[in-house]
């Protein structure tokens, strides 16, 4: 290993490969070596060009500390992406043009901070970055560096891209120290894969000569050919009877001998190791990963290909616990008697929500097994000592012995387990099986930015025709006709999040868009941190549960598509389905919608719950307005997706037993570039200031301004109020958490708030929302049918937190605290359908116990009338009295037979 992986990196490959991928995930970030790299690249270069995604423009020319630069900042043109993908990917390509048109590429650096979450964005950004600067030679080729999320997006297309790759790794204990797989490309084709260990710290980066002993150990044997018996071994099936010969009598590991051998002699083995000892000559063309090659035909070689190796594409994309969604690779898989596997933590979980001490059910299929039965999985690593498809192939005649036991594992039985759970495709999470058939279905669907009057705006201006499918909805179900009352701020993601959860926003800490975290000192970005489950569980778990994982926990599975926080872990869950936000689909498309339906109706796993997210019309409303022909034409738009989602569910046989929720998470208000409060105006003093108009934070800077001074300078400014924290009004249920600021200003409705007279030339949202909640046009409107819901009817207003109560009765789920209430929406329900089957069974229940306690009354009374029978037979039979007259000894027996008449014996 190379002292620093940040020279390792520079020197020796960045110069000669030129284009360089970082991937990292959420438990090892790849910001600090991405800067570091881009930093230390740009020192040697005079043409710089950034597209900037995940951070802003300000921020590299402060930390790479060049002026020169040429910026495309998608970070900050949030106009940009209101107006839609089609001015972004001309924006990029147009920019990847000037770039090719710089004559002296070779000194020209590139760097693009992220591919995602915008997968469009990535996918217009491999096409240019393809056709204009990667078909070039090497030599003149400029110097590209890039950053992505490997646990956001698929990067296949990505990296092939890219001949330098370095794919950071998780720590393998709760310290600094890191592990990456640096992958190199060859021209010839031949990928080079090592593995580097170093120190991960927020300053520097290190190499691996200061780890700690135990991992360099562990590194070690990870990577030693005593634990890999094939890593350095290459199959030839064409090999001469001589060659042939040649192979049999190697033995593994190989050791590149320091003395020189006659040549004459050939291969010299060490008895004592059983080594082969060799001078690798010019012919030899000694490779590290084909040592052997020299007796191999080149032509007929087969070499270890990484994008060929059979199980690393399975490892990463299928192998994964169906629990947590993790690999294996840093976690113990645990196997039941049932076959099935996950990690060791969640099986550990499992085991502790268990009513009994012994025993538990696996998290798959749901069958009762003993805590004994369940065994670490060791067919897993010597699965990886196979090596590739190849090697399984050559080896099925053949047993391995693992190096953590002495068990010897059958290989056969390892490939038929990796073909029977490949064709399963595992999917990731728990699965009642039996249970799903009965369970109700509920089909919940948000429609940003719908306000509470849309529907009535567009009868009014298009008929009542123009929605059909919505008017069929509400024929046949609940209609909110004033809306709903969403959750204080009006945004999007905590309103969204105050959905599933059934929490206020001071209560599920997700705040805001952007907010600020004390405890972190950090922003939340909606780029950077939309999968970082700190920022949704409150920072220390106590930010509630979504309604998946509450739908998960009483046996149920859930399909979530596009929602915000959909793929992050709470409470150690994921959805059961997820696909992260699709900016395409999102915009209202058919694909999301088969989609879903695919889930509810598979045979594998079929979900109980979905969820979908469209972001329309709240980008229509933003840019035109919400009285726009705009916003009338989304909504026709949307009525068409409905439609579609209701033929889908007939065809499936689903859409009468199918309880269907649409609503929204905030309503609009109209606005315009003269209505915008500039609050460099009004303070003289230096602040900091997050989220975004028409809501906004101020904290004072310590030393240069105090709360007072701030709130005295803006208490006259009109159109705005301005609260201390403290007076914060409690019926927002806003103030209480951490990440609310000193300061918070509220925009009066219609108005906007922005820092400097810059912001506000630009401004040209002609819709605005986030304003006070008790503002009627913030108010989301709610649809919903199904069989539990009332037919035809127009319900009162209810707060947006009670619909997570709602879908957990629905979905007979035991909720998790919140601050919803199944009282206040009750009225829209069919309490008889709702409770149908727990009256039944409970009836069920009642009449076999009554049928029981009859059945025991009847049979005591039987026998007692039986007894005094016989009593009545015996006495007859004598004609006097027992009691006193001398009996013979058959008599006596007679009433010997006879427990009561016993006791009347003499």
Same mark, same amino acid.
């Given at each position: ?642 439609? =579609?989602?209701?033929?889908?569910? #007939?065809? %499936? $046989?689903? !859409?009468?037993?199918?309880?269907? +929720? ?130 035809? =009817?127009?319900?009162?207003?209810? #707060?947006? %937190? $009670?619909? !997570?109560?709602?879908?957990?009765? +629905? ?96």
């Amino acid at each position: 290993m190379s002292s620093s992986l940040t020279d390792y990196n520079l020197k020796e490959n960045l110069k000669q490969l030129r284009a360089l991928l970082i991937s990292d995930i959420v438990e090892a970030s790849g910001k600090n070596i991405f800067f570091s790299i881009s930093k230390q690249t740009a020192a040697i270069v005079e043409n710089i060009f950034i597209v900037a995604l995940e951070f802003s423009a300000d921020f590299y020319r402060s930390f790479i500390e060049f002026q020169n630069a040429e910026i495309l900042d998608l970070h900050s043109n949030v106009e940009l992406w209101v107006e839609g993908e089609n001015v972004i990917r001309k924006n990029i390509i147009s920019f990847i043009q000037d770039i090719a048109s710089v004559k002296f590429q070779a000194n020209t650096l590139i760097i693009i901070d992220c591919f995602d979450p915008m997968s469009n964005c990535s996918t217009v950004l491999n096409q240019v970055l393809n056709k204009y600067i990667l078909r070039q030679k090497e030599k003149i080729r400029p110097y590209i560096i890039g950053l992505c999320h490997r646990d956001v997006i698929e990067i296949n297309d990505i990296q092939t891209i890219f001949p330098f790759h370095i794919k950071l790794r998780p720590p393998k204990c709760k310290t600094n120290q890191y592990e990456c797989d640096i992958i190199k490309r060859k021209s010839s084709g031949k990928i080079e894969y090592t593995r580097e260990g170093f120190n991960f710290t927020d300053k520097k980066i290190t190499g691996s000569n200061i780890l700690s002993n135990n991992l360099i150990e562990s590194i070690k044997q990870d990577n030693t050919e005593a634990a890999d018996p094939t890593k350095n071994l290459s199959f030839n099936l064409n090999l001469t009877e001589k060659e042939e010969e040649a192979r049999r009598k190697l033995q593994l590991p190989y050791v590149r001998t320091n003395k020189s051998t006659p040549k004459d002699e050939g291969p010299k083995s060490d008895s004592g190791k059983g080594n082969i000892y060799y001078e690798p000559d010019e012919a030899d063309d000694f490779d590290e990963e084909d040592p052997d090659d020299d007796l191999d035909r080149k032509e007929h070689r087969i070499a270890f290909r990484m994008n060929e190796n059979f199980l690393y594409r399975i490892r990463e994309e299928s192998l994964t616990c169906r629990v947590c969604l993790e690999t294996w690779i840093n976690k113990s898989p645990i196997l039941f008697p049932c076959q099935h596997i996950t990690c060791e933590s969640c099986t550990t979980g499992v085991m502790k929500n268990s009513k009994s001490i012994h025993s538990f059910k696996c998290p798959v299929c749901r069958k009762v097994v003993t805590k004994l039965d369940v065994k670490k999985f060791r067919f897993f690593r010597t699965l990886e000592h196979v090596g590739s498809k190849v090697t399984i192939d050559q080896a099925s005649q053949t047993e391995w012995e693992n190096n953590e036991s002495e068990k010897t594992v059958d290989i056969n039985e390892i490939r038929d387990y990796l073909i029977k759970q490949k064709k399963r495709k595992l999917n990731n999470l728990i699965y009642l099986g039996d249970l799903h058939s009965v369970r109700r279905k509920v089909i919940f669907i948000s429609l940003d930015g719908f306000r509470y009057d849309y529907l009535e705006k567009v009868k009014d201006k298009r008929g009542y025709a123009s929605t059909p499918n919505f008017n069929r909805i509400i024929e046949e179900g609940v209609y909110v006709k004033d809306g709903i009352t969403n959750a204080f701020i009006t945004k999007t993601f905590p309103n969204h999040w105050s959905l599933v959860t059934g929490r206020y926003e001071e209560s599920h800490g997700l705040i805001g868009n952007e907010m600020f975290d004390p405890r972190r000192n950090q922003t939340f970005n909606l780029t950077a941190d939309v999968t970082d489950s700190f920022w949704y569980n409150n920072g220390d778990g106590s930010g509630g549960e979504p309604i998946w994982v509450t739908n998960q926990r009483a046996g149920g599975a859930s399909g979530v598509l596009y929602w915000v926080g959909d793929g992050v872990v709470i409470n150690d869950h994921r959805p059961t389905r997820f696909e992260f936000f699709n900016f395409k689909y999102a915009n209202g498309d058919k694909v999301p919608i088969d989609k879903l339906i695919r889930w509810f109706d598979t045979e594998d796993c079929p979900i109980n719950l979905g969820l979908l997210y469209f972001r329309q019309p709240d980008a229509a409303g933003h840019k035109f307005g919400p009285d726009s022909n705009e916003v009338l034409d989304e909504i026709i738009k949307l009525d068409g997706y409905i439609g =579609y989602l209701i033929k889908r569910l #007939e065809e %499936v $046989d689903m !859409y009468d037993e199918m309880n269907i +929720i649409i609503t929204s998470d905030h309503g609009m208000a109209e606005s315009d570039s003269e209505k915008v409060i500039v609050l460099d105006d009004y303070l003289k003093v230096d602040y900091t200031s997050y989220m975004d108009s028409p809501i906004y934070s101020i904290d004072p800077i310590d030393g240069v301004s105090t709360v007072d001074e701030i709130v005295k300078s803006l208490s006259k400014v009109q159109n705005m109020k301005v609260y201390r924290k403290q007076d914060i009004p409690e019926h927002f249920h806003y103030r209480n958490n951490i990440r609310v600021r000193s300061i918070v200003l509220v925009a009066d409705v219609g108005w906007n708030i922005v820092k400097t007279k810059e912001e506000k030339q630009k401004w040209k949202r002609r819709g605005s929302h986030g304003y006070n909640n008790s503002i009627k046009i913030m108010h989301p409107f709610f649809v919903a049918r199904g069989p539990i819901f009332k037919k035809n =009817y127009t319900a009162s207003s209810f #707060e947006n %937190v $009670d619909i !997570y109560p709602l879908i957990c009765e +629905i979905v007979d789920a035991k909720p998790y605290p919140n601050n919803g209430s199944l009282s206040r929406i009750s009225h829209i329900i069919m309490k008889e359908k709702l409770f149908h089957v727990t009256t039944t069974f409970i009836t069920y229940v009642a009449s076999i116990a009554f049928a029981a306690l009859f059945s025991s009354i009847f049979s005591l009374v039987a026998c007692r009338v039986y007894r005094i029978q016989r009593r009545h037979k015996y006495n007859s039979s004598y004609h006097v009295s027992i009691n006193g007259l001398p009996m013979n000894e058959t008599d006596k027996q007679v009433l010997l037979d006879d427990p009561e008449l016993e006791s009347e014996l003499p």
